[in-house]
């Protein structure tokens, strides 16, 4: 059975800084491809940040050159550095792994940029 499961969110001022980690028992992320997704109440689910198991990120635009996405083979996790948080970026973040046509998806953490 797999699960993910996600900590590192909370409340931080415009301007800092979070990281998220997502740890995962019954699937391998090296093997396939994750990242994490983000959802604000009422609107749908989007994309934040992707790594293959090429190493191969890939980014939305809104978030370029602040998250950097990463995954420790060594420990089955994968991260989410997040800087220059706006409160824009305030969502419930959750992390996915897709692996052989299968997805899966940790029940999120919440993060808030407020001052």
């Known amino acids: 059975q797999v699960h993910l499961v996600e900590s590192g969110g909370g409340l931080v001022q415009p301007g800092g800084s979070l990281r998220l980690s997502c740890a995962a028992s019954?699937?391998?992320?090296?093997?396939?491809?994750s990242g994490w997704y983000r959802q604000v109440p009422g609107k749908q689910r989007d994309l934040a940040a992707t790594?293959?198991?090429?190493?191969?990120?890939n980014y939305a635009d809104s978030v370029k050159g602040r998250f950097t996405v990463s995954r420790d083979n060594g420990k089955n996790m994968v991260y989410l550095q997040m800087n220059s948080l706006k409160p824009e970026d305030t969502a419930v973040y959750s992390c996915?792994?897709?692996?052989?046509?299968?997805?899966?998806w940790g029940q999120g953490t919440q993060v808030t940029v407020s001052s």
């Open positions: 996915y792994v897709t692996q052989a046509g299968d997805h899966y």
């Open positions: 019954g699937v391998v992320f090296k093997f396939g491809t």
């Open positions: 790594i293959t198991s090429f190493d191969h990120t």
